[in-house]
């Protein structure tokens, strides 16, 4: 996969998210605090894993999607085990993390 197409897999992303939030956009409801914060911890831990893992290996497209998944494998996992540690299963915090990560992701690829 070249360079362009690693582009447009994160533009596919970010599109992926943004219309399937746009039915909560469109009924103008503010995103919930929590969604923020998986938004933006997601983006911050995506653009990290990254810049480490572009400056050990060099490379463009594996370890950057190895990243994305591993990151977004590791907030699924905790979601689906958030019941049994007194917390809520909440599919939504899964949508906010893989769109703060493919944001990064696509942001990342854009500029490096």
């Not at 746009?22 to 956009?25: N, S």
């Not at 894993?49 to 480490?52: G, S």
């Given at each position: 996969m070249g360079h362009g197409s690693f582009r447009i897999v994160g533009l596919a992303l970010?599109?992926?998210y943004f219309f399937a939030m746009?039915?909560?956009?469109l009924q103008a409801q503010p995103v919930p605090d929590d969604?923020?914060?998986h938004f933006t911890v997601a983006a911050?831990?995506?653009t990290s894993?990254?810049?480490?893992a572009k400056a050990i290996w060099k490379?463009?497209?594996a370890p950057?999607?190895?990243c994305f998944l591993i990151l977004n494998a590791a907030g699924a996992v905790k979601e689906m085990t958030d019941p049994g540690r007194g917390g809520d299963r909440d599919p939504n915090d899964i949508a906010a993390n893989v769109?703060?990560?493919g944001l990064a992701l696509f942001t990342f690829t854009l500029a490096f």
């Open positions: 970010v599109a992926f746009l039915p909560t956009a969604k923020m914060l911050t831990a995506q894993c990254m810049m480490l490379t463009e497209v950057q999607i190895s769109a703060g990560s």
